[in-house]
């Protein structure tokens, strides 16, 4: 069974930052494109920010591009989301997400190419 456990959020003033980790378990973890999306009060879940297979290939959400970094260690079976420069805005529920094997076709951005999630974790960016 295919576990994603997300840690590292909490309650931050803006300009500061956080490192979210999501463990991986019950996959090769290498194989899989990963991605973070976020979810606000009375809003939908929107993409965050992705990264493939070879851990060379980044994507990024417009509104956090530049201050956010997203990164994984295949031989920890981790992906990380440094996030730098927080802003109230950035206040949601974030959640890590499994993707499409290598070589598969993969639209990156579209939460419905990613099959697994994890619980989500808080985090709150005050003012």
């Known amino acids: 069974q295919v576990q994603l456990i997300e840690s590292g959020g909490g309650l931050v003033q803006a300009g500061g930052s956080l490192r979210l980790s999501c463990v991986v378990s019950?996959?090769?973890?290498?194989?899989?494109?990963m991605g973070w999306f976020r979810q606000a009060p009375g809003k939908e879940r929107e993409f965050v920010a992705a990264?493939?297979?070879?851990?060379?290939?980044?994507f990024y959400a417009d509104s956090v591009k530049g201050r956010f970094t997203i990164s994984r260690d295949n031989a920890k079976n981790t992906l990380y989301l440094r996030m730098n420069s927080l802003k109230p805005e950035d206040t949601a529920v974030y959640y890590c997400?499994?993707?499409?094997?290598?070589?598969?076709?993969?639209?990156?951005?579209?939460?419905?190419?990613?099959?697994?999630w994890g619980q989500g974790t808080q985090v709150t960016v005050s003012s």
């Open positions: 997400a499994g993707g499409p094997s290598v070589g598969s076709r993969w639209l990156y951005n579209d939460r419905s190419d990613y099959g697994v």
């Open positions: 019950g996959r090769t973890f290498s194989r899989y494109a």
């Open positions: 990264i493939s297979w070879s851990t060379s290939i980044t």
